[in-house]
């Protein structure tokens, strides 16, 4: 087994193994010489690019899924506690590990960087892990969505920086132990779990507090919640600041867009540096800054890395062109808070020229949507049509009156043209009525509305 993982891996069985933090962890785990089995509720590339890893993946979730040997099972907070591979485990006294424990456990010895925030985590890992691997260093990375091809969302590398994305929605991000940690921005998300903004910063408080002794947090100087949490730091870490602020330690000076990419300059240690961004939007170059300082804090030079960052491409469900039918271009976003809805449109918009762009929502959780519904309808204002759909419940179960309807209501009394579709079967026929020649369809949430853009594509085709 490689350095750092614990024998009581060798054999871990992970319940949801086709989730995109489990599959990554399975993966890494699997090319290191653990024997992983795993199960999910239905078959996909992820489980078939885990096989293609030697790992076994059994559909549908059975007590009898569970080997008698297994060493652990490995769970997310999604897992609920009538699993039965879960109840099995009870009675086989196999240990349960939450994924955060197994993630942490895969990063002792080497030299972790832990990406947090609200937003941009799965972005801003990503551009680390082909910015560093395009540097040669090889990494080892856990990001929370595919680089492209299934199953690419993690890697054992042989070098001795491992990046990790770090997911402050259940406080797992406090079982890291990173030499540098990124915190992006600071907003009130996840609100099953967190009550109020004070929360959220005692959890980043905790975060930041787990960085190793000269270690370095490198956080954002334009975000308010981001620079309240370095005043509430005051001096505790070692901080590397970015962003537009006069006070900014690695400062932005222009983000220019040129079509799909940007040109980005910043000043760093008094010195203009000037490189590009090849996907679209200020905060996606802004993501691109942080990953440029984190590097630095890890010793790499920012003139070697600035130039590699270019070899970031994008991920899977961050503005993804899905392709071109009659004209009309599809393009998949992961956004589902407001924040992120509008940074993708205002991304779009600076990128689309005159061109329309048509939105499919699909609001995800009812507890976000009860919270930020509201604005949520406010940031459709920037399409020129929209589709709202059902909500994707992930995890949770239904809240009394909370619907779509508090999106919709809040987008047309703010002068945004929405359409409620309750069906998604109907989706394609919808915007094949709407969509004309040169105009930009935007799918748009965390759920499964990511699967429409084939079909609105094949609609549009015929």
Do not use: W
């Amino acid at each position: 087994m490689a350095p750092g993982l614990p024998t009581a891996m060798d054999r871990p069985h992970f319940i949801g193994i086709g989730g995109a933090g489990m599959s990554g962890i399975a993966k890494i785990l699997a090319q290191r010489g653990a024997q992983v089995a795993g199960s999910d509720s239905k078959d996909s590339p992820t489980a078939d690019a885990l096989r293609g890893f030697g790992v076994t993946v059994h559909i549908g979730h059975a007590a009898a899924h569970l080997a008698d040997d297994a060493s652990c099972v490995v769970v997310s907070s999604a897992i609920r506690e009538d699993n039965p591979e879960l109840l099995r485990a009870a009675e086989l006294g196999i240990p349960v590990v939450h994924r955060s424990d197994a993630l942490a456990a895969l990063m002792n010895g080497l030299r972790p960087i832990a990406v947090a925030g609200t937003h941009g985590k799965t972005t801003t890992t990503s551009m680390l892990a082909v910015t560093l691997t395009e540097l040669g260093r090889e990494p080892s990375y856990a990001i929370g969505g595919d680089l492209d091809a299934p199953g690419s969302n993690a890697l054992h590398g042989a070098g001795e920086i491992f990046v990790a994305e770090a997911d402050e929605s259940d406080r797992s991000f406090h079982k890291y132990a990173p030499e540098v940690a990124i915190i992006l921005n600071v907003e009130l998300d996840h609100h099953a779990n967190y009550a109020s903004m004070e929360e959220i910063h005692e959890s980043f408080e905790t975060f930041v507090g787990r960085i190793v002794p000269g270690g370095t947090l490198v956080i954002s100087a334009d975000h308010e919640g981001a620079r309240e949490l370095t005043r509430r730091l005051d001096g505790a870490v070692r901080t590397v600041t970015y962003g537009e602020a006069a006070d900014a330690d690695v400062r932005v000076l222009s983000v220019v867009p040129q079509g799909l990419k940007s040109e980005v300059t910043v000043e760093f240690d008094g010195t203009p540096l000037t490189f590009t961004v090849s996907v679209p939007g200020r905060h996606y170059a802004h993501n691109a800054v942080a990953a440029l300082a984190a590097s630095a804090a890890l010793g790499i030079p920012a003139a070697e890395t600035a130039p590699a960052l270019a070899a970031y491409t994008g991920v899977k469900r961050r503005l993804q062109l899905k392709g071109e039918a009659a004209g009309v271009q599809v393009i998949d976003s992961y956004a589902h808070h407001p924040t992120e809805m509008t940074a993708d449109l205002e991304a779009m918009r600076a990128a689309a020229g005159d061109a329309r762009i048509l939105v499919v929502f699909q609001p995800h959780l009812f507890s976000r949507t009860r919270e930020l519904g509201k604005e949520m309808g406010q940031a459709l204002t920037l399409a020129d049509a929209s589709v709202v759909l059902d909500i994707y419940p992930a995890r949770e179960d239904p809240l009394p009156g909370v619907t779509s309807e508090l999106i919709i209501e809040a987008a047309r009394a703010a002068g945004a043209d929405v359409t409620a579709v309750h069906d998604t079967a109907d989706v394609p026929e919808v915007v094949a009525g709407m969509a004309k020649p040169g105009d930009l369809v935007l799918t748009m949430g965390a759920g499964d509305v990511t699967d429409l853009g084939p079909r609105i594509l094949d609609r549009l085709q015929k």
